[in-house]
């Protein structure tokens, strides 16, 4: 079956209600798989496939993914109108069903007070949720709570810890501060070998 083929499959599928369908047609406007890519068309399945999860199966994975998803499409303006209030909807609703990615990207929304007002406690709490189920954006983005003591009582040593867990995945910020760590010796023995490794 050829990508355009594979495409139009699952458009009659969204059409008719299927989440599952709206989900992966949202994917295919969104990455150019087997279509053009159509910011506007991603954003609409996204947003079916999120009111299907919301509404039906709120447990459902899936669906958390497209609210995440669409969350990140009302952050960047990317085929809707960018309403950073409504992206923090849905990466709330989506965190509050275990979804990393919007855990993740809910505890950037309030480390900056994008649609919601800063709370340093609250990102450090969203990211923390995130880190723990092996997010490389979380254990990043908490290893710089704890190395700065936002929103936490500052441990380098936490900060090192977080700092590695992401750095093992390949997240380069998270590898930067690694080598940081080596370098000062904080969290670690000093080690300028590792540092530059």
Same mark, same amino acid.
């Given at each position: 079956?050829? #990508?355009?083929?594979?495409a139009e499959? $699952?458009?009659?599928?969204?059409?008719d *209600?299927?989440?599952?369908?709206? $989900? &992966?047609l949202?994917?295919?406007?969104?990455?150019?798989?087997?279509? %053009?890519k159509?910011?506007?068309?991603?954003?609409?399945? $996204?947003?079916?496939?999120?009111? !299907?999860?919301?509404l039906?199966a709120?447990?459902?994975?899936?669906?958390?993914?497209? !609210?995440?998803?669409?969350?990140?499409?009302?952050?960047?303006?990317?085929?809707?109108?960018?309403?950073? /209030? &409504?992206?923090?909807?849905?990466?709330r609703?989506?965190?509050?069903q275990?979804?990393?990615?919007?855990?993740?990207?809910?505890g950037?929304?309030?480390?900056n007070?994008?649609g919601?007002?800063?709370?340093? /406690?609250?990102?450090?709490?969203?990211?923390?949720?995130?880190?723990?189920q092996?997010? !490389?954006y979380?254990?990043? %983005?908490l290893?710089?709570?704890?190395?700065?003591?936002?929103?936490?009582?500052?441990?380098? %040593? /936490?900060?090192? #810890?977080?700092? #590695?867990?992401?750095?093992?995945?390949?997240h380069?910020? *998270?590898?930067?501060n690694?080598?940081?760590?080596?370098? %000062?010796?904080?969290?670690? &023995?000093q080690?300028?070998?590792?540092a530059?490794?």
């Open positions: 079956m050829s #990508k355009g083929a594979m499959q $699952f458009v009659q599928q969204a059409e *209600g299927d989440p599952q369908a709206q $989900f &992966t949202a994917c295919c406007y969104f990455n150019a798989w087997g279509c %053009n159509d910011l506007e068309l991603a954003a609409k399945w $996204f947003g079916e496939a999120s009111h !299907q999860g919301h039906k709120q447990n459902n994975y899936g669906y958390a993914r497209a !609210q995440a998803n669409l969350g990140i499409m009302y952050q960047n303006g990317w085929g809707v109108e960018k309403n950073r /209030e &409504t992206a923090v909807k849905w990466y609703i989506a965190s509050n275990g979804h990393a990615d919007g855990q993740a990207n809910l950037v929304c309030y480390h007070g994008w919601v007002k800063k709370n340093l /406690e609250l990102a450090a709490h969203w990211y923390r949720l995130a880190a723990e092996g997010d !490389q979380g254990q990043a %983005n290893g710089v709570c704890y190395d700065n003591g936002w929103g936490v009582e500052k441990d380098l %040593n /936490e900060a090192f #810890k977080w700092y #590695k867990l992401a750095a093992e995945q390949g380069a910020y *998270g590898q930067n690694l080598g940081r760590c080596y370098e %000062n010796g904080w969290g670690c &023995t080690s300028i070998d590792e530059v490794r």
